[in-house]
């Protein structure tokens, strides 16, 4: 965690960050810079402390990101069902994605991080099947747009009915929920929903923790799609595993490899998310120069925590060849055949997160993804409103 007296004077912090990515020098010199002590106004009190949760946010982003796939510990004798809500505060979308062959019957509002790799996949699900949601993108700093939920991270995903609001959470679910729904006519989403229960555990620090369930699984009343086979489900199921559980942990040590490249990666998180028309100026800058010095960091200690190899770029390639190689050897287009399946819209999703990064840049440079890239692209943007239904 940055403390707040590393961070106290914002624009020291702005100008060093900046004078460090041009000589490329090391942050050791520069964190006792900025640990010198100075007085500090009273006035100056409330944007000390926005820098300070700023910080916390991005700082904790980062440890969960750390924590993720560590060991489970006991399960609690405790299962929970994803209620719907009666009520939800009215948040005007940031922007409403339209597309005028929706079938679905669905009313969605996505709460999202433009460029979360987890989110990418949700919309690379939804905009490949042509179905119509509201954005809403989370203020990264407050978070006041989520406020209302007692699950603070994204994607968040509200589905409106006539008798409340349907919230689903993590992105697998999301997607499986979805799938299983528009395969299946003779469900409601909400019975669905129930498919997925969660599951609580103490993980090995002592803290309670939630875990859900069946979250890769497809569920279906009615009669299995023909044109599915129980092998290849788990084909798709394991893929999507590996998108979630191997390929994204590539991508921040690589994203944040150098100061510069973290800046640059932060740059363009603001120009993709709208974060000038979005947020106030001085809330921007604060994230862009602060969260690239943060996830600099982190992205060392992720190195190590999924034991990339020294230069990072190395671990990032060998994982897209390892997809393009499985692809060859399937012999399909796509991994779903002639049109892609979930594991594509996965795989597309989390890739997508870092396509204005130097490292993406690299990786089509390096590695043999491009044309199956190109073409997942041309997939999800065409918004053919693929059915999924078999009725």
Same mark, same amino acid.
């Given at each position: ?6 961070? #106290?004077? @914002? ?8 004078? +460090? ?9 520069? +964190? ?47 299962? =929970? !069902? ?16 339209? &597309?005028?062959?929706?079938? $679905? ?7 999202? &991080? ?10 690379? @699900? ?15 700093? /407050? ?5 209302? $939920? ?22 697998? =679910? ?14 409601? !989403? ?22 859900? =369930?069946?979250? #890769?699984? !497809? ?13 290849? +489900? ?21 994203? &944040? ?5 973290? !800046? ?28 690239? @010095? ?7 200690? /992720? ?18 060849? @390892? ?11 796509? =991994? ?56």
């Amino acid at each position: 965690m940055i403390s707040l007296k590393s961070i #106290y004077n @914002f624009a020291t912090a702005t100008a060093l960050f900046k004078q +460090m990515t041009r000589n490329n020098v090391k942050f050791k010199p520069i +964190m006792r810079l900025m640990s010198t002590e100075k007085k500090v106004k009273q006035s100056g009190g409330l944007k000390i402390g926005l820098i300070g949760i700023t910080a916390g946010a991005i700082g904790g982003t980062g440890y969960s990101i750390y924590k993720l796939n560590e060991a489970r510990g006991h399960i609690i004798n405790e299962t =929970m !069902l994803h209620p719907i809500l009666k009520d939800m505060p009215k948040i005007e979308p940031s922007r409403r994605v339209k &597309y005028p062959n929706d079938t $679905s019957g669905l009313k969605l509002t996505l709460f999202q &991080y433009q460029t979360c790799p987890f989110c990418c996949k949700v919309r690379a @699900f939804l905009d490949y099947h042509g179905i119509s949601y509201d954005v809403v993108e989370v203020d990264p700093v /407050l978070r006041q747009s989520i406020r209302w $939920s007692e699950y603070k991270k994204v994607p968040i995903l509200v589905a409106s009915y006539d008798k409340g609001y349907q919230q689903i959470n993590d992105s697998s =679910m999301i997607i499986s929920a979805l799938s299983s729904f528009l395969i299946d006519n003779q469900q409601t !989403l909400s019975q669905v929903i129930n498919f997925y229960p969660s599951v609580s555990f103490i993980d090995d620090d002592g803290t309670k923790k939630v875990e859900i =369930m069946n979250r #890769y699984f !497809l569920m279906f009343q009615g009669t299995v799609p023909a044109n599915r086979t129980p092998e290849d +489900m788990a084909e798709e199921r394991k893929w999507r595993k590996w998108a979630d559980t191997k390929l994204v942990h590539s991508l921040s040590p690589n994203v &944040y490899r150098t100061p510069t490249e973290a !800046l640059q990666a932060f740059t363009w998180f603001s120009d993709v998310g709208e974060w000038e028309r979005l947020f106030p100026a001085w809330e921007r800058a604060l994230i862009v120069y602060v969260g690239a @010095f943060a996830m600099w960091i982190i992205g060392k200690r /992720l190195k190590s925590r999924h034991n990339l190899k020294d230069d990072v770029r190395i671990s990032l390639y060998e994982d897209c060849d @390892f997809w393009v190689r499985s692809l060859k050897k399937k012999g399909t287009t796509f =991994m779903g055949g002639s049109e892609p399946n979930l594991a594509d819209l996965a795989v597309f999703g989390v890739l997508n997160s870092i396509e204005g990064c130097d490292a993406f840049q690299d990786v089509l440079r390096n590695t043999k993804i491009k044309n199956w890239y190109n073409k997942m692209r041309e997939k999800v943007t065409s918004h053919q409103s693929h059915t999924l239904n078999n009725a």
